[in-house]
């Protein structure tokens, strides 16, 4: 059974988790792998407490421990657990097309999960008054004026960002997630708002769809 250690909570308004825990989880779902959830304290992450550090040498989240392995970096995970099971295959077969899905979840990652996500993922964590406004909102900007256009030009009539569901939009899972609890308006960019829908009437969209608890989600 491989355990997945992540940051989730569950709020009034929805349950909050890691993005990057997130991605690791559809991952677990469409591979229909057996596993735990553990919930790690947001508090122990930040401070970068020496039990995280001895799991996760950058203090971050998600690790998973699969016996005597533990891995962390959702991506490496993510590559991990999808050569584990042969099980629902998320990258294509052919090398190049293999390298255009890496690369590109390569930029949801660096462009937006690190970029412009947390902008407004962040301040959902905190009570409404603490929430700095101005923030979310250049986050939302820098969606619109960047990373929205990229995903209408790249998926262009396809329902995928490589033709089938792949490694690719495991990241977009993550901002499926953030944009419903956030509720921003997409409505401007047509093929967007279809994809990140798609994304979330995926069935292991279920293991980290804000309307379900923690312990809803605990695990398969
Ligand atoms: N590249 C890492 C990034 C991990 C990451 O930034 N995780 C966030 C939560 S989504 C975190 O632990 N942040 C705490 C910090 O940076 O101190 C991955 O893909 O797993």
Redesign the pocket.
């Known amino acids: 059974m491989i355990t997945l250690f992540t ?1 989730e909570r569950d709020y009034p308004y929805g349950t909050l988790r ?4 997130s991605k690791t989880k559809v991952v677990l779902a469409e591979k229909g792998l057996a596993y735990q959830t553990e919930t790690v304290s947001p508090g122990a ?2 401070k970068k407490l020496p039990e995280i550090l001895a799991k996760h040498p950058l ?4 690790w998973i421990e699969d016996g005597d392995l533990v891995l ?4 490496v995970i993510n590559e991990y657990l999808n050569e584990k099971s042969a099980n629902n295959p998320l990258l294509p077969t052919d090398p190049s097309k293999r390298a255009l899905a890496r690369a590109l979840e390569n930029y949801a ?1 660096e462009g937006v999960l690190s970029k412009f996500l947390p902008l407004i993922w962040m301040p959902w964590w905190s009570p409404e008054a603490q929430r700095d406004a101005d923030s979310m909102e250049k986050g939302r900007q820098g969606m619109r004026e960047q990373i929205f256009p990229f995903l209408e030009q790249t998926l262009a009539d396809n329902d995928y960002l490589c033709g089938e569901f792949s490694l690719a939009d495991v990241p977009m899972m993550a901002v499926a997630m953030v944009l419903e609890v956030d509720g921003m308006d997409v409505s401007e960019f047509a093929q967007t708002e279809a994809y990140l829908q798609r994304l979330r009437n995926r069935p292991s969209y279920q293991a980290i769809s804000p309307q379900r608890s923690v312990v809803e989600t605990a695990g398969s």
């Open positions: 940051m890691s993005t990057n825990g992450v930040w203090g971050k989240v998600p962390y970096d959702s991506t990652d």
